[in-house]
């Protein structure tokens, strides 16, 4: 039943001859044909992504080392530690979920970018769809007042990390691009409107559409009016209020935290209540060559309250079943001192989603020369991972869907196996 | 067609493209008994092709021709006109024999199957084989006005035969736009606006086109058109990430815009490209290897797709991995064009020749048949007599351009049509086969034969098609199967390059820059950057569906920005130095211009009543004349090529 | 009944379902609510109401059971009252219900009774209290949650509440956090003694070291060349020794052939004569060998000591050099970590200020 919409404004007769010509079952085809009698509204979870830009190192974070520069602090879950730096997301342990075992083959910044946001290796003449357009076509609210996929930029902590990867829709269709907020203080941009006589303006404009509706009433023309139309609500819709962190208690704003991180997850946590499906945060710069000691020691503070909050937050709005939160960057770091790229082991964080939390998946090595360079347990690959994440959300990441030229596209690669630990 | 490579693109939904025509198609020659195209052969695609195709022949049966099904394969032919009883492939599916391993058919799909049998096998190739002459003799070159007549004549004859009529001839104001649009890539300004629509000369159509040609917009515009198709500016390139050098990518752009304004023919042009040697220092079409290949690299594979897609009007990509199973190539045809292109190496800066023994071994990328050597050939199993040691480009080419190549003019003449009418006359224009026919076939031979018979003259064929009728008919009008027709102009997004060009006219503005972000947002030059230039970010801002130019597929951020965006509230510096000049100009006067410097006319009646009295109705004369500008570039109207 | 119309009356049960929901729906968007189904696998609708505001009144969801399976509603700053409740009520697979900012009171809250599913119940600034819960939820077998503004709550009735239902968690609720926030306090206090610790052999370096930068460079270049001066001649002290070694090598083995030609002509006097030399030679030879040996391990040991001076300055002036940077990582952990601390110390008062 997800009503898609990338079929929905292609029409039935159209649809219906994309599942026959292709060879391949259409998921979606079937099962609206068993959908009768039930709301037609999509079905799935929203989705967090706190994307660390950069590569954190998994011994700073989440899996620490007899002997690493950090200390290992015991978490609400015995048997599972965290470094020293985390005390309050120790202490939400019993939500959360470490997949420890990542090894994902890419130490590129931008292709390993892109391999984590698609589950695919990049290629020159073709983009994937990044797994936040994906749950906006999914799983998003169709014509809703508010965009179903939004990414903020919570800053730059230091300037390196490689170029930057914008998430693409890709053959899902411009509508699932992300709405960009460049700064959580700033809200949306061009969203606040120019009042000088908006009203008028728009009064003005109105009668011309009227007339020239009427004159051409063709599908392109109404596809036009509607998106204007859904763009006016939005900016006069009560929910656009998210946007603006001003509406926050001052009591809440603090335990987020001053910082832009902070104030990117209440805004995470603002637009996931008011209808966006899926909110995406990157912060840059954890591209710690010189040693990941001091700069996460500076970093994990912030990035443990906001975090913690948005965790208990959730909890105490009810919401926390219902919001998958993913943390995660591109790869891990080097064991030790956390200096170099390494994507051989390392560790993602997810929380919530009604997902089987209060545990580590997988796990690296606790011996020898190195320790933490070896996975010890339960590889989880970046197709793997995608499969996870799209099975969790309520997305059936085996469909196929149509490229041009009859090209039927998995949405992830066949033979990726989703990580059943996590999924009750 | 952001994409007519090898995969996709963007939403790409080609195929569904093509399945759309037929049953519209088929559904006005009234005809009641099943089709092969229409109607039969998705069932087969999807239930026995699989055995029975391309990829595997099992009891030698191959199900992908008429041809090939009458002659059948071991069990008999597998169909028999009229007899259904005799024909193999019912026998085998009214016993639930067949599908092997799958669900039986259901008793709708049976009926098709049978039906179309008893009916003696009809198909839609057939239907259309009565519109296959052109109308005009093969081989000699015809001055633009009588291969208009024939356009026309052909548009026409195939509404007739539908009992459909043809939109009525688009006033001056439509044709205007729509043929600056095409030609020249943006909206007149006021003032050519003005002049056109002022004018009383009986030709001033054709004498705007002749104009319209030798502008050096021209050029521009279709070496944008043709950059983009070869590869979209904002795939990933050394701006925002990816490999691709932005500066020489654009390079080939003004190169190919030179080629188009000095008219060099068809030939040449895809000759200078496909032949190119040495450094890209003067010579930026040099970049197209690069541009079509893997990781920077050029490769015979890559060469291969583009060129099908690009110059030939084939989609060749299955056959890569395994022999094609709905179009009539194998995987040994598609390594044989592939080994021309083995020849050479190359990147973004450098093409080099190499010795090869003029044949390709199938590398190991391919799922089947690695390490097969394959003779240079081309498409259809024909071989160069040609024996030399390196660089079979030049073989490749000379076959290519000959006049007589079943696909080059063919490819070219259809997605000029395409570019025009946003629906190839074969669609989509880069899978021409057997089984996809043409929805005119004279038409196209028409276009194709006069193309040819021109030496390829890029300009002859659009003055021929931009001077018919079919081509400056209005777009206004519902019925959606006069359109499929050509008997009604489309009603198109414009494109991003479109867009910005006639905003920068609207607002005066040569730089209009729509980036928003403040300082700290990142840089420009891709460290850490979440903004490439204003260029860049305006195409991944407003990109159009390309596939498609019909489908409206712009959202919230696109009407945000026109909504609000600060620049676009600010008005333009003509409006400010206009007022400057003429502090007493009456607001009709200014309204007047407003309108001709957007939707290329005169405000009608009441559209004028209205502007007037919301000017009247503001204090600030700026504000007033700002805010009805604001109202124009926000019209649905200005954002479509009607 | 005959399966054909069997199959009929179904298919018109089905149609029929599918118009009214589609009606409600209609109507529930129209309100400015949004539906949407939570999860891929199981059948639970949520309804949100929280920006409608004021056009959500107890009337306009009367027909909200005929929408489907909902578990959860939001109904959130709405204009909602206890009689609306009754329609709530019918919902009976309700597992979450928001009913923060609306008038619902303590007597509304008893209609709730029949909502055997629900788990969470958010109450936050309504007009209902802690009491009106003491009396609701005994007879909600699976409530886990529920939310109240502090002023709705009293330290009495929500220990009679925890003591009845243990398993309820009521926020604001300091009993149950006060664990957690203590055990974040500690934590953050000692990631701050560590951050202070840290700074404090930072701040020592730069103010003792960074000074110094300017004066360690030229040190550094002199202990450098010094060094490598002393590496120099170390080198070929060991490769003159090395030579002498090989010469003595050399001229024993000469003497051992010479002395045993000697020996198989003990007559040859000239034979005894040249095999004398050769050991004088080689003796001589043998105590220069020695001679420059130990030259070698004197230069040896010279070299060693400018090497770890050479070294040791090396590594000062680094850190010297390095101090600025890491005394500002330090500010900046220390920065971090004492806000860190100032937030738990903020949320243990807090707790421990009601």
Redesign the interface.
Known sequence: MNTHELFQRRDFLKLSAAGLLSGVSVPWFESMANAAGQVQRPRGKKCILLWMDGGPSQAHTFDPKPGGEFKSLPTTVPGIHVTEKFPKLAQCMKDMAFLRSMTTEINDHYDAKYYLHTGFRRVTNLEHPSIGSIASAFVGLPNDDMPAFVTIDAGNDKGNGGRFYRSVPAYLGPRHAPLAVQHPARGLENLKPDTRGLDRRLQLLGKGEERFAREYNLPVVNAKQAAFQRAVNLMHSPRARAFNLDNEPAAIREQYGEHRFGKSCLLARRLIESGVSFVEIFHRGWDDHEGAGMRIAARAPWMDGAMSTLILDLKQRGMLDDVLIVWMGEFGRTPGDGNGHFCRAWTSMMAGGGINTGQAVGATNENGKNPGDTITRRPITAPDFMATLCTILGIDPHQELMASGGRPMPLVDKKAKVVTELIA | MK?L????????????AI??VL?GLAAEETVKSPLLERDVL??L???C??CHGGLKQKRELDLRTLPAMLKGGKGGPAVVAGKPEESALWQSIAEDEMPKGKPPLSKKDKDVLKDWISAGLPTLAHLLKKYEKPLLPAGEKHEPGVVADAVDGHVSGQMANRGLKAAAVAGDAEFLRRLYLDLNGRVPTPEQAAAFLDSSEPDKRAKLIDELLAAPEFGVHFGRTWREWI?PPE??SDM???RQPVQQSRDLGKWLARQFNENATWDKLVRDILTVKGEIKNQPQLIFYGL????AQATPS?STRAIGSLFMGV?L??AQCHDDP?RDWAQNEFWGLAGFFNSMTGNFSKVQSREVPGEMSIPKSAFFNAGTRVPVGFLHGTKPDAKRKTDWRGVFVDWLTRRENPFFARAFANRLWFQLFTRGIVH?V??MRALNPPTHPGLLNLLTNEFAASGFDVKHLLRCICNSQTYQRT??G?VARQQELFGRAP???MTADMLLESLKIAYGDPKLDLR???K???NTN?????VGDEYMEFHRRF?T?E?DA?????????????????RL?QGGRFLEDWLKKNPDIKPETMIERLYLGTLSRRPGT??LA??VA?TA??EEPK?AYT??L??LV????Y??V? | MKPASFILALLLAVTVQAETNQAVLKHVESLGGRVRWVSAKQEALEVDFQFSGDKVTDAEIARLPELGPIEILRLKKTSLTDAGLQHVARLTGLRRLYLEHTAITNTGLQLLAGLKQLEYLNLYQAQATDEGLLELAPKLPTLKQVHFHSRQVTAATISKISEKLPGLRVWPLPGRERARVETVLKLSETNLAEAESVMAVAEKDFKELNPLVKELKPRVDTAKKAADATHKKANSAGKSAETAKRRVVELDRKFKDADRQARAKPDDEGLKKKAAELKRQGDEARSKREELAKKYDAELRSNDVAQKLKRRLEKKFRRASNSKKVFELAKAELEAAKLQAEYARREHKALNGK
């Open positions: 994409h490579l090898n995969i996709p693109t963007k939403w790409g939904m080609g195929l569904l399945l759309a049953p998705p069932i695609q999807k239930n092709m699989g590869c795939l990933p925002n990430s990816g079509v290949g893997q990781n890559g989609q990509q299955c709905f989509p880069n899978d777009s206004r519902t009603m198109r997004v928003t972000h403040a700290d947002d990142g891709g460290e850490s950057a979440a990109g569906n596939e019909t489908d409206f597929t712009h959202g919230i951020p696109q009407m945000l920005t026109f909504i609000n965006h600060p509230r009441e559209e209205e502007a919301y109705a503001c504000q805010d009805v604001w109202m926000n019209r649905s109207e954002l479509f009607r």
